[in-house]
């Protein structure tokens, strides 16, 4: 299994990022889908989950209005789309996935996780 999570970059405050994960070597649509971040000095952290089939999303507190999460199951793709960025957004950002529910917001629950890619908002 692999998970490729690309899409990442510089980017000032108020500006909009699209982080894109392709997923391979698993049945992408029997999985729920979640992207997290960690942020230098602290831990992971869940930022939002999808449901198998894109039906049901689920948002932290702290970016719910604001990043949208979707995938293409023909494409075994999963995306964040993150707009009016800001600095505390700052952070490598994982995608993963998860045989249970899409909303889980626990690292532990997912099974498999990407690399991470960075995501630097300046002010």
């Known amino acids: 299994v692999q998970l490729q999570a690309s899409g990442g970059g510089l980017v000032q405050a108020g500006g909009s990022l699209r982080l894109s994960c392709a997923a391979s070597?698993?049945?992408?649509?029997?999985?729920?889908m979640g992207w997290f971040r960690q942020a230098p000095g602290k831990e992971r952290e869940f930022v939002s989950t999808?449901?198998?089939?894109?039906?049901?999303?689920n948002y932290a507190d702290s970016v719910k209005g604001r990043f949208t999460i979707f995938r293409n199951n023909a494409e075994n793709m999963v995306y964040l789309q993150m707009n009016s960025l800001k600095p505390e957004d700052t952070a490598v950002y994982y995608c993963?996935?998860?045989?249970?529910?899409?909303?889980?917001?626990?690292?532990?629950?997912?099974?498999?996780w990407g690399q991470g890619t960075l995501v630097t908002v300046s002010s």
């Open positions: 993963a996935a998860t045989a249970r529910s899409y909303n889980i917001v626990l690292p532990g629950q997912y099974h498999y």
């Open positions: 070597g698993l049945t992408f649509s029997g999985y729920a």
């Open positions: 999808i449901s198998r089939g894109g039906g049901g999303t």
